[in-house]
């Protein structure tokens, strides 16, 4: 178990103890949360002044669970605080940095490759785990889908996030090392930047795939969210920037060459950069083209659809490639992977019956890309079930869904997605609006899921194609206060087998 006293700890961090409480410096402690209720004993209780609560309400909570230290930003007057209450800055950055200490500096002893950008982040990453264990590397892997030490198999950290609050991410970093991990590939969100939630993990290589507009109710303002994001490239010895992704990269380049750190820049669109691809093919079952990297040309093979997917392996070569591996070596890799579950993953079908894919797109960019990319391969109509998050989550996206669904496909399907307490009727009126004012009518609103997925799959003819998107691989939905469990492909198969034993309406 990794421990240190909470004299050191309080050198560590150049907190400040209040002697309210009294203190022993010797104390020994052995781990940190930011959340009372997973406070176990000998750990420190950090009190975050959040957007919700304020950690120091749950003070007693954490303390009755052994909590021997509490860290914040301030006790206020009256506070009972029955164990020493080490005064910092910045509680959240002591979180972080009182994690990264604990554990010893993990990612210290890792080669880290860090992702981050709007869309393709957690396919990249899969993509990039591949090809550093093809090349002989173990490596782990935190990332939305959960994450895997070097085993392979994979788990869930104890809350549903791309990138964990810092305890969880230190922690998981030890636990790749403690099973022989030399390198590590970390997912990297825009509110983990933000958040100072990997603020103590060392990347040597920073990847960005793209930046567009989401999660602007939390950044504010694009300028906000890519300050936020850029952290990332300003953080690691090398950055691989994507040439294609306009104003941002020339903001980035700068940023990513300052004191002597260095970058690749790579184009799926075969412009300007280190790592290039032209004669892109897309076919009902994979990708060719011919990757033009700094040491040669190669004919590429990608098992995967969505012309997206060339930057996201453009961007995941460039970045394995900066940590030692030789082009030749991923190219043969790249044709071996498996795909990222709920991700463009097609359905089985049987004869007669029309292509069934399931996809996680779900901002109006990546919808629009995930529509164009499959109508490329697709003979017959383009059908698109699709509906927008509720609670809290960015609502201005709405309306832009419900017009990129109904102006690329040919028929659109707006249902539920995670509405939560938010009225369902309320986000499809504004998807609904969003088609309209596009001037479509090829929609229909079904707000149950599974309904909404057995009206398209029936209705398609076998030559046309159903993309299911937003849910992707969650295995949870959101409605009103209930969460249920949930299988985007298993809803798909069963909306298949209703079809093929004749119980379509
Ligand atoms: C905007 C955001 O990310 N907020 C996160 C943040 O909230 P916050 O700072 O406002 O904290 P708070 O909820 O007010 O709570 C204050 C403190 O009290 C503690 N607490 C709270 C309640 C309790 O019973 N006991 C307790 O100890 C909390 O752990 C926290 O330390 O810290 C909380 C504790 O970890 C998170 O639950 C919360 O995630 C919210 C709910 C969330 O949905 N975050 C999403 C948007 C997110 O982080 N997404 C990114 C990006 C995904 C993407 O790119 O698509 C991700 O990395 O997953
Ligand atoms: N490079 C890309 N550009 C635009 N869209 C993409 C790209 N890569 C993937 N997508 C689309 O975005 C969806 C989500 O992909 P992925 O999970 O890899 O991204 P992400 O950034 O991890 O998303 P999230 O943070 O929401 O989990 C895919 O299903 C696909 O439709």
Redesign the pocket.
């Known amino acids: 178990m990794c421990a240190m006293k909470l004299a050191d700890l309080a050198a560590a961090l150049g907190a400040t103890l209040d002697d309210r409480s009294g203190h022993d410096g010797d104390t020994q402690v052995t781990g940190v949360s930011?959340?009372?209720?997973w406070i176990r004993p000998g750990q420190a209780f950090v009190a975050?002044r959040?957007?919700?609560?304020d950690?120091h309400s749950?003070i007693g909570e954490a303390v009755e669970a052994g909590a021997v230290v509490v860290l914040g930003e301030g006790l206020p007057e009256h506070a009972l605080c029955p164990v020493p209450y080490l005064r910092v800055p910045h509680a959240r950055a002591a979180l972080a940095d009182a994690a990264t200490a604990i554990m010893g500096r993990p990612s210290d002893e890792l080669s880290v490759v860090g992702v981050t950008g709007t869309d393709g982040k957690t396919t990249t990453s899969c993509l990039a785990l591949h090809l550093l264990r093809s090349a002989g590397r173990s490596t782990g892997l935190l990332s939305t889908i959960g994450y895997e030490l070097p085993d392979g198999v994979l788990r869930q950290p104890p809350?549903h996030?791309?990138?964990p609050?810092a305890p969880q991410v230190q922690h998981i970093l030890r636990e790749m090392l403690r099973h022989g991990a030399t390198d590590a590939v970390v997912e990297s969100?825009?509110?983990?930047l933000a958040?100072d939630r990997v603020r103590g993990v060392s990347y040597d290589v920073a990847v960005w795939t793209n930046l567009t507009g989401e999660?602007l109710d939390?950044h504010g303002t694009m300028e906000q969210y890519f300050a936020d994001k850029a952290k990332l490239v300003q953080r690691a010895r090398h950055s691989v920037l994507n040439a294609d992704d306009l104003p941002w990269f020339d903001q980035l380049l700068p940023l990513a060459t300052e004191g002597g750190r260095t970058c690749t820049t790579y184009s799926a669109e075969g412009g300007e950069a280190d790592w290039r691809a032209t004669d892109v093919q897309e076919g009902a079952e994979g990708i060719t083209f011919t990757l033009h990297a700094p040491d040669g040309r190669f004919s590429a093979s990608l098992p995967m659809i969505g012309r997206f997917n060339v930057a996201n392996a453009l961007a995941a070569m460039a970045g394995v490639a900066a940590t030692g591996v030789a082009t030749a070596e991923l190219v043969e890799a790249l044709a071996g992977f498996d795909g990222v579950a709920g991700r463009m993953e097609m359905v089985e079908r049987g004869e007669g019956e029309p292509r069934v894919i399931v996809d996680f797109a779900h901002t109006p960019p990546s919808l629009e890309k995930a529509l164009e990319t499959v109508r490329v391969t697709t003979d017959g109509a383009l059908w698109v079930v699709i509906g927008s998050a509720g609670g809290p989550r960015d609502p201005s996206k709405r309306a832009p869904l419900g017009a990129v669904a109904t102006r690329l496909a040919d028929h659109a399907v707006l249902t539920e997605e995670d509405h939560r307490t938010t009225p369902l009727r309320d986000i499809l009126e504004e998807m609904e609006r969003g088609a309209r004012e596009e001037g479509r009518t090829n929609f229909v609103s079904i707000g149950d899921r599974t309904e909404a997925i057995r009206y398209a799959v029936c209705s398609a003819a076998p030559v046309d194609t159903v993309l299911l998107a937003g849910k992707g691989p969650e295995e949870t939905l959101e409605r009103d206060t209930e969460t249920i469990p949930w299988a985007e492909i298993e809803q798909a198969r069963a909306a298949l087998r209703v079809r093929r034993e004749g119980g379509c309406p």
Do not use: P
Request: glycine fraction near 8%; proline fraction near 0%.
């Open positions: 930011h959340q009372a209720d975050v959040g957007a919700r609560f950690g749950f809350s996030f791309t990138t609050e969100s825009s509110h983990a958040m999660h939390f």
